[in-house]
């Protein structure tokens, strides 16, 4: 997009409505928002350095947000070394050079993005904006990843190379595709029967390269432009962007200790035409509470008399700690209103893991047509290994030992948060999962955090800070950390916590 027609002396001239987005309706704290999009701006070149903004008063009325909201969006970029603040001369743009030098940490859409004029336009994209980050921090807190260190990639290998040094046959190449597909299926189908009880057959069941992919396909099929599609507030910010690409328009419902409101998504209903409620039932996303049983029949109920489609999301299944685990709702779906996507293999390398859709047969060979766009060729090396993983029951071995360490991790991360944090949060243990919800006692801003984290060595991404008039809250996954890590994270947690709060 070209930015000549910006002036820098008549910053007012300066068409902020146009990518400066703001939604009050989300969960998002306004002021958040206009960081966000002001960040957002200058790293794509929209307001190059030396850029003179307006006055707070004239562009809050352009902005139409409370000068107040405003100026403290403002403070937070001049933290973050985003804008400068001169007296009695104005608000500019950072350099480039002076952004690198006060920069901690980059996203990856910064790394990745192009200045460069090319001779053809395209459609550009701000939902999918990549807000993830990366940090060369000695200790990192994540959103709840696995890891990685404990995958036991010897066993893979040998299992592996076995396979490729038996790959002689006398079949075609397409016939060894399709026979090795089928087993995979076949064992796969019975595997989710057993651990999750949904009742399918291979004619039920989609594999594909990742659960983002699986909900891609999903919403590809399901909706169009303009659909009203209900997600929980706060929800999960992959998920969202995915549907919002769609067409989809979003509609939040709140989330309590029971999951989510369904007296407030029957009103939803009643005032509206829903084509689909998107939902992590079991580990909701990112507050780790689980939907209520009395609340997944009235889910189910209500998906029956509206005709409106529940898209399940079970992306965690793998790490659950009791020995009861909540069963989705896919397997408590008489009505084939369930479209029930999944994760499997996630402690396992990258590339080994998979993603899976489990709905009616017909939306499943609807589904199959688009999959052979996006995904034509079949890992027969891979899917042999997975199967034989799963016949002998190599999958369940691993799967009880990585639950006993993880289990472990979470009991020592609770304890120390209790130590070290005490009077200053309050959360609940979840029964599964990799990451706890936290939620902060003080009201305090949590960029300032992030920032006095980064300075000390402790990296908060952006996605896991949570914060809005009423709640302040973090996701901290603890699965990647050992026990030393996890001292060494939390102390620094609590030191600039500290330090925050004793200057403000």
Avoid at 8 to 24: E, G, H, R, T, Y
Avoid at 450 to 456: F, P
């Amino acid at each position: 997009m070209c930015t000549s027609f910006i002036k820098m002396d008549s910053p007012v001239q300066i068409p902020f409505k146009s990518f400066i987005q703001l939604k009050p309706e989300e969960a998002t704290a306004l002021y958040l928002q206009i960081v966000f999009e002001f960040i957002k701006a200058i790293q794509i070149g929209l307001l190059p350095e030396g850029t003179k903004l307006p006055g707070t008063r004239i562009l809050c009325k352009l902005l139409a947000v409370n000068r107040n909201t405003l100026i403290k969006a403002f403070q937070d970029l001049e933290l973050q070394g985003w804008i400068e603040i001169l007296p009695n001369k104005g608000t500019f743009i950072l350099s480039e050079k002076q952004l690198k030098n006060k920069a901690e940490f980059t996203s990856i859409a910064s790394q990745n993005s192009s200045k460069a004029i090319i001779g053809f336009t395209f459609k550009h994209s701000t939902i999918l904006e990549n807000p993830k980050e990366t940090s060369d921090l000695p200790y990192q807190f994540n959103d709840g990843l696995p890891d990685l260190r404990l995958v036991q990639t010897d066993v893979l290998a040998r299992l592996y190379v076995s396979k490729l040094k038996r790959q002689k046959s006398t079949k075609t190449w397409e016939q060894i595709q399709a026979d090795s597909h089928l087993n995979f299926k076949t064992q796969f189908s019975n595997f989710l029967n057993l651990t999750r009880g949904i009742r399918i057959s291979i004619s039920n069941l989609l594999t594909t390269s990742s659960h983002e992919i699986s909900l891609y396909l999903v919403t590809k099929l399901l909706i169009s432009p303009g659909d009203k599609v209900v997600v929980a507030s706060p929800g999960y910010y992959i998920s969202n962007m995915t549907l919002s690409d769609s067409g989809a328009q979003i509609i939040t419902i709140p989330v309590d200790k029971d999951g989510i409101n369904t007296e407030h998504l029957k009103q939803i209903c009643e005032e509206h035409q829903i084509r689909i409620l998107y939902l992590t039932s079991n580990y909701h996303y990112p507050t780790t509470t689980s939907l209520s049983a009395k609340r997944r029949m009235e889910v189910l109920e209500l998906a029956n008399r509206y005709g409106f489609v529940i898209i399940e999301d079970d992306y965690d299944f793998d790490f659950h700690y009791d020995n009861n685990p909540v069963l989705p709702l896919a397997a408590l779906d008489s009505n084939e209103r369930v479209v029930y996507i999944g994760s499997f293999g996630r402690s396992l390398p990258a590339g080994f893991g998979y993603g899976f859709i489990a709905a009616p047969s017909a939306f499943i060979k609807e589904l199959e047509k688009h999959q052979n766009i996006l995904e034509p060729g079949i890992d027969v090396i891979k899917e042999q290994v997975l199967t034989e993983w799963i016949r002998e029951g190599e999958v369940h071995r691993l799967s009880k030992k990585n639950k006993k360490i993880y289990k472990e991790r979470r009991d020592y991360f609770v304890l120390l948060l209790k130590e070290k944090l005490r009077g200053k949060i309050k959360f609940k243990v979840p029964l599964r999962g990799l990451a706890i919800w936290v939620e902060w006692l003080d009201n305090f801003n949590l960029i300032k955090l992030q920032k006095q984290c980064a300075s000390n060595g402790l990296f908060l991404p952006k996605t896991i800070l949570y914060q809005t008039r009423d709640l302040t809250a973090t996701r901290l996954g603890f699965g990647h950390l050992d026990e030393t890590e996890m001292e060494n994270a939390i102390e620094i947690l609590r030191q600039s916590l500290d330090a925050i709060i004793a200057i403000r």
